[in-house]
C-alpha cells in the first residue's frame, strides 16, 4: 500500500489549500483515513479523520476552517484548507490504518505567511 500526499505549499494567511491523498487502493480499504500535521519544533498531531463509514472527525483547533472529504473513484482524500493561519504551518501527513497495519504518506509543507 503506498500513499501520496501532495498540495502544499506558501500561501498567505487567510488563503486556501486543498491537500491530496492519493492510496495506491480502495480508500474503503482502511478503517480510517487521517491527516497529521508537525508544525516546527512540535509534535505530530491529527487533525481530521475520515472513517469507512464516512464519518469525520475534525480538531477544534481548525474546525469550521478544514474539512476532509475522500473520492474513492480517484482513491483520494482531501484536506480542504481555508483561512489559513500562521499556526497552520506544518508538515502534514497522510495516514491510513487497519486494525493490524498503519501507512503513512511522505509529508507535504504547508507555509503559511503572515
Known amino acids: 500500500v503506498q500513499l501520496q500526499a501532495s498540495g502544499g505549499g506558501l500561501v498567505q494567511a487567510g488563503g486556501s489549500l486543498r491537500l491530496s491523498c492519493v492510496a495506491s487502493?480502495?480508500?474503503?480499504?482502511?478503517?480510517?483515513i487521517n491527516w497529521y500535521r508537525q508544525p516546527p519544533r512540535k509534535q505530530r498531531e491529527l487533525v481530521a479523520s475520515?472513517?469507512?463509514?464516512?464519518?469525520?472527525w475534525i480538531t477544534d483547533s481548525v474546525k469550521g476552517r478544514f474539512s476532509i472529504s475522500r473520492d474513492n473513484d480517484k482513491k483520494s482524500v482531501y484536506l480542504q484548507m481555508d483561512s489559513l493561519e500562521s499556526d497552520d504551518t506544518a508538515v502534514y501527513y497522510c495516514?491510513?490504518?487497519?486494525?493490524?497495519?498503519?501507512?503513512w504518506g511522505r509529508g507535504t509543507l504547508v507555509t503559511v505567511s503572515s
Open positions: 487502493v480502495s480508500t474503503y480499504s482502511f478503517d480510517a
Open positions: 475520515i472513517s469507512s463509514g464516512d464519518e469525520t
Open positions: 495516514h491510513a490504518g487497519t486494525r493490524h497495519d498503519d501507512f
